[in-house]
């Protein structure tokens, strides 16, 4: 008799679980949840001994040409893997071209930058240390500059033992990605995933129905909710110029082809709450407005407040835990170490 | 029988044990080793709430008017607590007047600056918040931005319980105090001067001894060997105006004294083997060639090269052990929070 009660609750439940679980079913059929270990990065086995050169190089200011940037300071671990600006400033006070996204997760997107130009994090992250706006740097000063010091070069043949010459832009780039695959942020949206009722509030959970079923799902899918396949901005009705610049036409520039125009890789979503502000522009600060800007653009649809506001409770449930991240002790400058200049060439 | 090669051993140690001791005893003197608990701090306790508020306002780059700097960009804890540059860039790519010292074990000097103008690090902390040159904010757009975002309004009431307002420019300043308090690195010198013998090698208690005989410890003297006490820079024979630039006189800008002028704070020596370059105009980037011209200009003497071998033997012994910290989740903006600006007032 004492077990009546219990199996009545159970019983009655049934119908809830049945329609948490038809959401689960169909969201498990789009997304999936984050990795409990560090991903597998093709080519770049990832070790221990790389990981700990890779973010002593992640952090490391003498990687710019000015001793001022580091990968850090756009990809800001303290707020969310970017640097919440338009677009980033960089050497001489320039400004970049494109918002910077996001450092966590990255390795999980199937190509990086806003139109998806570099194939992995190790093509990615020559970029900005190359970049005439952002580092300023080039591969032989790096180089120069690394192997100067003779704790980098114990940490370089650590991580790539065996290699006769450890210490090269390859093996740099190599490092930071092992690094930077350590910044996984499961979110309340995984545990749901994983089959936790309670992590996601009803308002969360009506969002990622209104996600599916509005079509937002059809180009941010998959495990970072984004991040893989190219897409035009302003397929129904392009956003004004101020949002898209005319002059960005995003992975033309890559393909040259016309098809391409104002196509960019759709943009992952994972701690999309906090990487204010929006769109490769970044013209955009407030999430509710991002959101409503893709209804028009993508889906040609005006939402209704409580359906943007759904979307939004959405979104923040993807909003991710940081790995503990210790500031390391980074190599002292030799006498041979190139001396940081800020003169702009 | 088996005992008697040890007694001989311990009765040959005799002497060499009696002399390290009289170096001690003269180092003890002179010296301090680091505390082993957080230094309290007059009229601000030190408490586990401020800490955590301390470190967040410290990594944040939104206290600057660009979001470009944040204290951790000049005082750098992966490098030092400082930015291993001739002076640090600013905003606009603007360059500091003097080199960044060391955040690291600050809290102990008597005074902050190169010229001793700010009595403590809450009175320090303010200056390149507002500095044109620095991150070029205003205390008004700092509490704006700090009270916008709901995180810090709880942070800010932990760390300051029964204020009205807890939120305001002061409280960031004792917040960031609290947390550079913890910034101690207990070096092979305090283990020393704490009793193990083996802490030091022979030729670093040669470098001692002849810091403390030729007279350097007459200034650099005190727990931060330095960081107290004024001192003309030249004092029987002034550097090179590369060294010391004419323009800059020093603590005469703060006192008005004649007397002060080219008077500046005996540097804090502590972490010195990895915080190049050196003196307050940067312009030096071996800590050899700094000490050599220490000598000449303060003491009139010209060394030996095993003199000043020996002496930086002794001076790295002071490169200390980092506390680990960890990178702070900030919280993210909100609607109300301004903007950045990269712009030039």
Redesign the interface.
Same mark, same amino acid.
């Given at each position: 008799m004492r077990l009546l009660p219990a199996l009545l609750i159970a019983v009655a439940g049934i119908p809830a679980a049945a329609h948490a679980d038809a959401l689960r079913d169909q969201a498990l059929d789009l997304f999936k949840p984050l990795p409990s270990t560090i991903p597998a990065i093709k080519d770049n086995p990832v070790t221990p001994e790389k990981i700990t050169l890779g973010r002593?190089l992640f952090?490391?200011?003498?990687l710019s040409a000015? #001793?001022?940037f580091s990968c850090y300071?756009c990809h800001?671990?303290?707020? #969310?893997g970017d640097?919440?600006?338009e677009t980033s400033?960089g050497h #001489? &006070?320039q400004?970049g071209p494109r918002n910077a996204p996001t450092a966590l997760n990255a390795v999980l997107n199937e190509a990086q930058f806003w139109d998806g130009r570099a194939d992995d994090l190790k093509a990615q992250a020559k970029g900005p240390i190359q970049a005439g706006v952002e580092m300023a740097n080039t591969p032989d000063n790096v180089v120069a500059t690394l192997a100067s010091m003779p704790d980098y070069v114990s940490k370089f043949r650590a991580a790539f033992p065996g290699e006769g010459d450890a210490v090269t832009f390859d093996n740099m780039a190599r490092a930071i990605e092992a690094f930077e695959a350590t910044l996984i942020t499961p979110a309340p949206f995984d545990a749901w995933l994983n089959g936790d009722d309670h992590a996601l509030t009803a308002e969360a959970k009506a969002g990622l129905q209104l996600f599916v079923d509005k079509g937002c799902s059809s180009c941010h899918s998959g495990v970072n909710v984004g991040g893989h396949g190219y897409y035009p901005f302003g397929l129904i009705e392009k956003p004004g110029s101020e949002v898209l610049p005319p002059g960005d036409k995003g992975r033309f520039a890559v393909t040259e082809t016309a098809d391409d125009e104002y196509v960019f890789r759709a943009a992952p979503l994972r701690n999309v #709450?906090?990487t204010?502000p929006y769109f490769h522009s970044g013209k955009v &600060?407030?999430l509710s407005v991002a959101v409503d800007i893709m209804a028009e653009s993508q889906l040609g649809e005006a939402l209704q407040p409580q359906e943007t506001k759904a979307l939004v409770a959405f979104l923040d449930s993807l909003t991710g835990t940081?790995p !503990?991240?210790?500031?390391?002790?980074?190599p @002292? !400058?030799t @006498?041979t170490t190139p001396?940081?200049t800020?003169e702009i060439q």
């Open positions: 002593s952090f490391d200011p003498r000015s #001793g001022v300071s800001n671990l303290a707020t #969310g640097d919440n600006m400033v #001489g &006070w400004k #709450g906090v204010a &600060w407030d940081m !503990e991240v210790v500031v390391p002790v980074l @002292a !400058e @006498a001396r940081p800020s």
